[in-house]
């Protein structure tokens, strides 16, 4: 398992290296700054899965770094748990919209602080599959991954037009599901098409050739006798 990186940004050297020990030992990989500046210069180069953050440090403070994570795109989805000696201070900083995730306020014990980071990095992994998931379907040897536009068949990478990816979108999106012609022509061509049902036909016998083995014989993508298309359900 790959081992997830943590950012210490802390000025008072004790608290520090007590952290840094202490996150060590649970087999986390760290990384430390002493200043605003070297701090946030890290977040950028090293990209870890989680910062800690000093809200008091000397030249740009923890309110800025804050900011400043949350408003760069390539930072903006990093996991970070304020430190900080003054409640109120953290309250303030989780109540705006560009804030932290947690906080935890001095004097903690490494065991708490060491649950909180758990917590977080839990979190973060499980709504990371979730979008994953939501951004690739599967069926049979057919996989669609829809954020980068491709589709595969037995892990080859195939080649659609706009229209049969759309109509394969459909289709994948519903499994078992059955849509006549019309529905299809209507969803996907809009209504100047209407009418014309031979359309769905070219464009299915076209994507059959693509991603069945035998398109002469499909086994994925049905004709349902009377009504239109499906995909096998799985
Ligand atoms: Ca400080």
Redesign the pocket.
Known sequence: MQKERILII???PN?LELVAYNLEKEGWIVSKAMTGEEGWRKVQEEHPDLVLL?????GVDGMEICRNIRQNPVTRDIPIII?T?KAEEADRVLGLESGADDYVTKPFSPRELIARIRAILRRVDKNFSKAEERETLVLGPIKMDLRRHKVFVKEEEISLTPKEFDLLHLLLSHPGRAFSREYLLENLWGYEFFGDTRTVDVHVRRLRQKIEEDPAEPYWLETVRGVGYRMREA
């Open positions: 802390e000025d008072e608290i000093d809200l008091m440090l000397p430190l000696a």
